[in-house]
C-alpha cells in the first residue's frame, strides 16, 4: 500500500469510527434518501467475495412488505456487474436517468430474471448511479419511483450522485482499513512467532550445554566416588568393632551416597543415564514404591492413589521412572508445607492430540497418539506464571535446601523416553504434573517376580574387570577379592580383549566400563563374545552415549552395574549375574 492509501484508509477509518456503525448508517441513509426522492432505494455493492456479483447492501421502501419481497427476489436471482441496468451502471460508471417509462417498456429493460419485482408495483421512473472510488465503480444506488419525474431531476441527479460518491468513498476506504488491519495483524502474529521460535531455540541450546556440562562432571564424579564409597566399605570392615575411626568412616560413606544421588540427577538430566530399558507396567512400577513414597512425604500431607484399571505398558528404564516419581512426590509433599493437604498420584491412558501436546514441555517434538500418563497432583501453594516458566532449568529452585535439580533430572528422562510433560499450576491452588510415555506393545509385558535367591560360593570364579581409572580398578579388584574372588584388571577395552584371548576359558564374567580408550565398552564387548559368547558380561558405567547401550539390546548382555556402585552393590551385582548363568547352564 502507498502513503495515500494508507492516508485515505485511515481518513475513511476516523469516519467510520465517528459514526457508530457503517451499515447501520447506510440504512438510514437509504431510508431518507428514499423519503425525501419519493422512491424505494438499493444500495448495491460489488461483492469482495465473489467478485461481479453485486450484493444489496441496504434499501428501503415505504411498503416494508414489498421491500421484503424484493430482497427475497434478488437473493435467488443475484444482480451481475455489467448485466441489466443496474449492473451496467455498476460497470461504466455512468449515471442513468429514465424519467419515465412504461411497464411494457421496462419489461424489456431489465433483466428477465427479475421481471417479478417491476411486475408486482407499477415503476415509472428511474434512477442509477454508481458508487465510484479511487480504483472505479464498486457498486450502484437505484431509485425506482411510483410516478413519472418531471424535469427537475437534473438537481436531483446532482444530489444522488454526490451522496452516491460520498458513500463509495466512505465504504471503499473501510474496506481498504479493514484489509489493511488485517495484513497488520498478520504481520505482527508472524513476528511474535519468528521470536518466540528464536527465544525457545536459544532456550534449549543453553539447556542443551547445561546438559553436557553436567553429564561430564557426573561421569567423573562418578569414577571418584567409586573410590570413596568403595574405600570407605573396605575400611569398614577392616576397623575393629570398637574404633573410634568407625563413626568418621561410616559418615564419610553417607556423604559420598548422598553426593551419588546427586550425580544421578545431573546424569538424568543429561539425558545420559537411561541404560536398562524393559517393558513395565507404570501402576506396579508406583505400587511397589509405595512405602517409600509415605515415608518421604509431610506428615500433613494425604497421598491417593487413582491406577488405571488396565495394564500400562511402557518401555523404559525402572530405575530412572522410579526417580520421576520420588522427585515429583518430593516436590508435591514440600509444596503441601505444613499445612495439611492431599497429594495424588494417578496412572492411565490418554489421546494427545497435536493441540493437546502444543501446550506441552516438549524436550522434543513428539508425534500424537495414544499415550500412558503419570500424574502427580498437589493442593500446595502452586505456582505463578513466572515460576513456572523456569521449573524445569537445572539449579532453579525456591527452596533453602533445594538444589533445583529435581525437574532438570524429570525433564532429561522423560526426553530419553521420548515422552512429553504437562504442567499446571495456580498460585495459592496446587500443582500438577503430569508425564507422558508412549505405549509399549502389552504382549511383550516382562514377567515382574525375581526368583529365589540362592547365595552363590564365589570360590575359584575368576573375574575380569576392565575400567580406565585406577582408583575404580584398585577398589573393585580389593572389594571382590575380600568377597573372594579372582581378578584381572584391564585398564581398558584393547586390554581387556587380549586379556580374555589369551585366558578365555579361566574367566567366568567380565565386567566393563563402558567409556574407555583404544576400545569402548561396547566394541571390547563385541570382541569377547565373538571368542567365547555364552560368557557373562556385567556393563558398568557413569553415563552412557544412549546409541552404545541400545547397540548393546538383545545381545545378551547380563546386566548393568550404575557407577558409583558400592562395595555391597558390586559383590551383589556379580553374584546375581553368576547365580543366573549358573542356573541357565543346569
Ligand atoms: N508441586 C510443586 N508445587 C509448587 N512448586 C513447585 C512444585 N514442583 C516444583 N516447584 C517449584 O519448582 C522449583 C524447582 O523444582 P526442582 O524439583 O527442580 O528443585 P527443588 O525441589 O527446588 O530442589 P531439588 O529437587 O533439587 O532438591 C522448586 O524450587 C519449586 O519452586
Ligand atoms: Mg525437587
Not at 84 to 99: D, Y
Request: charged share 25%; proline share 6%; aromatic share 4%.
Amino acid at each position: 500500500m502507498n502513503s495515500k492509501e494508507v492516508l485515505l484508509a485511515e481518513i475513511g477509518h476516523r469516519i467510520t469510527a465517528a459514526m457508530p456503525n457503517l451499515g447501520c448508517v447506510l440504512e438510514t441513509t437509504a431510508e431518507e434518501l428514499g423519503r425525501v426522492m419519493g422512491a424505494g432505494c438499493v444500495l448495491f455493492l460489488e461483492s469482495e467475495q465473489d467478485p461481479g456479483l453485486l450484493e444489496p447492501l441496504c434499501s428501503w421502501h415505504e411498503d416494508a412488505d414489498y421491500m421484503e419481497f424484493i430482497r427475497a427476489e434478488l437473493a435467488g436471482a443475484p444482480l451481475r456487474l455489467g448485466e441489466g441496468l443496474t449492473g451496467k451502471v455498476a460497470q461504466s460508471g455512468e449515471s442513468l436517468v429514465i424519467p419515465e417509462v412504461t411497464p411494457e417498456q421496462l419489461a424489456r429493460m431489465v433483466d428477465p430474471r427479475h421481471l417479478p419485482i417491476v411486475e408486482a408495483r407499477p415503476v415509472r421512473s428511474m434512477m442509477v448511479v454508481a458508487l465510484p472510488s479511487l480504483s472505479g465503480p464498486i457498486g450502484a444506488l437505484t431509485l425506482f419511483f411510483p410516478e413519472v419525474k418531471g424535469p427537475a431531476n437534473t438537481g436531483d441527479l446532482r444530489f444522488v450522485e454526490r451522496l452516491a460518491s460520498c458513500a463509495g468513498l466512505v465504504i471503499s476506504n473501510t474496506q481498504t482499513f479493514e484489509r489493511l488491519q488485517a495484513e497488520l495483524a498478520h504481520r505482527e502474529q508472524a513476528e511474535a512467532e519468528r521470536l518466540e521460535l528464536e527465544r525457545r531455540i536459544q532456550h534449549a541450546q543453553k539447556l542443551e550445554s547445561l546438559g553436557v556440562l553436567a553429564g561430564g562432571i557426573a561421569h567423573d564424579f562418578n569414577n571418584l566416588l567409586v573410590g570413596i564409597l568403595g574405600n570407605a566399605s573396605l575400611a569398614l570392615l577392616d576397623l575393629p568393632p570398637e574404633s573410634p575411626a568407625r563413626e568418621s568412616v561410616h559418615q564419610i560413606e553417607l556423604t559420598a551416597r548422598r553426593a551419588s544421588e546427586l550425580t544421578h540427577q545431573l546424569l538424568a538430566y543429561s539425558g545420559k543415564g537411561r541404560f536398562v530399558v524393559t517393558r513395565i507396567d507404570l501402576s506396579r512400577l508406583v505400587e511397589e514404591i509405595t512405602h517409600l513414597l509415605e515415608v518421604t512425604i509431610s506428615k500433613k500431607a494425604v497421598l491417593k492413589f487413582d491406577f488405571a484399571s488396565v495394564v500400562l505398558p511402557v518401555e523404559a528404564d525402572a530405575t530412572q521412572m522410579r526417580q520421576v516419581v520420588m522427585n515429583l512426590i518430593t516436590n508435591a509433599s514440600d509444596a503441601v508445607g505444613e499445612t495439611s493437604g492431599i497429594i495424588t498420584i494417578a496412572t492411565g491412558m490418554t489421546e494427545a492430540d497435536e493441540r493437546y501436546l502444543s501446550g506441552s514441555w516438549l524436550p522434543e517434538p513428539v508425534p500424537p497418539g495414544t499415550y500412558t500418563y503419570l500424574e502427580v497432583s498437589d493442593t500446595g501453594q502452586g505456582m505463578s506464571p513466572a515460576a513456572l516458566a523456569r521449573i524445569f532449568e537445572p539449579f532453579y529452585s525456591t527452596k533453602g535446601s533445594g538444589r533445583g535439580l529435581g525437574l532438570a533430572a524429570v525433564l532429561g528422562i522423560v526426553r530419553g523416553h521420548n515422552g512429553a510433560l504437562k504442567v499446571y499450576s495456580e498460585p495459592g491452588r496446587g500443582t500438577t504434573i503430569k508425564v507422558l510415555l508412549p505405549c509399549a506393545e502389552p504382549a511383550e509385558l516382562l514377567p515382574g517376580s525375581p526368583g529365589e535367591v540362592l547365595p552363590v560360593p564365589a570360590d575359584g570364579s575368576t573375574v575380569l574387570l576392565a575400567d580406565d581409572e585406577e582408583t575404580v580398578r584398585s577398589v573393585g579388584r580389593r572389594v571382590l577379592e575380600r568377597a573372594g574372588y579372582r581378578v584381572m584388571t584391564a585398564s581398558d577395552g584393547k586390554e581387556a580383549v587380549e586379556i580374555f584371548e589369551a585366558r578365555a576359558d579361566d574367566i567366568d564374567l567380565v565386567l566393563l566400563d563402558m567409556t574407555m580408550p583404544r576400545l569402548s565398552g561396547a566394541e571390547a564387548y563385541a570382541r569377547i563374545r565373538s571368542i567365547r559368547p555364552e560368557v557373562p558380561t556385567l556393563l558398568s558405567s557413569g553415563y552412557n552415549e544412549q546409541d552404545a547401550t541400545s547397540r548393546f539390546a538383545g545381545k545378551g548382555l547380563a546386566g548393568f552395574l550404575q557407577k558409583p556402585w558400592t562395595a555391597q552393590s558390586l559383590v551383589e551385582a556379580v553374584e546375581r549375574v553368576l547365580r543366573s548363568n549358573g542356573e541357565a547352564e543346569r
